[in-house]
């Protein structure tokens, strides 16, 4: 016998993409309860998704491929920077090179990210962050209660996968999803 379930409306906007939920809905849409149930015809986001950017060009592949997976998802993506001290330093952790530097500058990169990865529709923000990367990346996705973090894969071959790199740590502790982005070409 087929049972059928009503399912809430809320539950079909926040988290099945469009497509999906065009396809499941084959003219049925269920019942609205009263006037707090009336949703916007706008797809609301579908959380945040957090990806780390230092100014090189493997962290900006990492961003771009964030951006279309922010902008596939409707979510808000959220670019951040990490800074150690108040002075610029280059900090090798494995195979990977991160490039440290204080509060504003580090600011600034995460902010000229942003407006390279600004597109009509895609909701951004950015943070510079006190810490080491993997460690501000996944206490910033903590923080925004974030459903994804972005990393490239730099560093998680050969000793850098021995030593350990910021994808690996990333991918070993956080508490949401991680997508590793292929940015060593």
Not at 52 to 77: F, H, I, P, W
Request: glycine share 8%; proline share 4%.
């Amino acid at each position: 016998m087929l049972e059928i379930v009503q399912v809430p409306d809320l539950y079909y906007k926040y988290y099945l993409p469009q497509a999906l939920r065009e396809r499941m809905y084959v003219g049925f849409k269920p019942p609205l309860s009263g006037p707090d149930d009336i949703l916007e015809e706008e797809t609301p986001m579908a959380g945040i998704i957090i990806v780390g950017v230092d100014g090189s060009e493997t962290s900006m592949k990492a961003a771009r491929t964030a951006a279309q997976l922010a902008a596939g998802l409707s979510a808000e993506l959220r670019v951040v920077t990490a800074h150690a001290t108040d002075n610029a330093e280059v900090v090798r952790i494995g195979n990977d090179k991160w490039y440290l530097s204080d509060s504003s500058t580090a600011e600034k990169v995460a902010k000229k990210a942003t407006e390279d990865l600004a597109t009509e529709g895609l909701h951004t923000s950015y943070a510079a962050l006190h810490g080491k990367p993997q460690d501000v990346l996944i206490e910033e996705a903590e923080r925004v209660d974030a459903r994804l973090i972005v990393v490239g894969n730099v560093g998680m071959k050969g000793l850098g996968r021995v030593l350990g790199s910021v994808a690996t740590s990333v991918a070993q502790r956080a508490s949401c999803d991680v997508y590793i982005a292929k940015t060593d070409s």
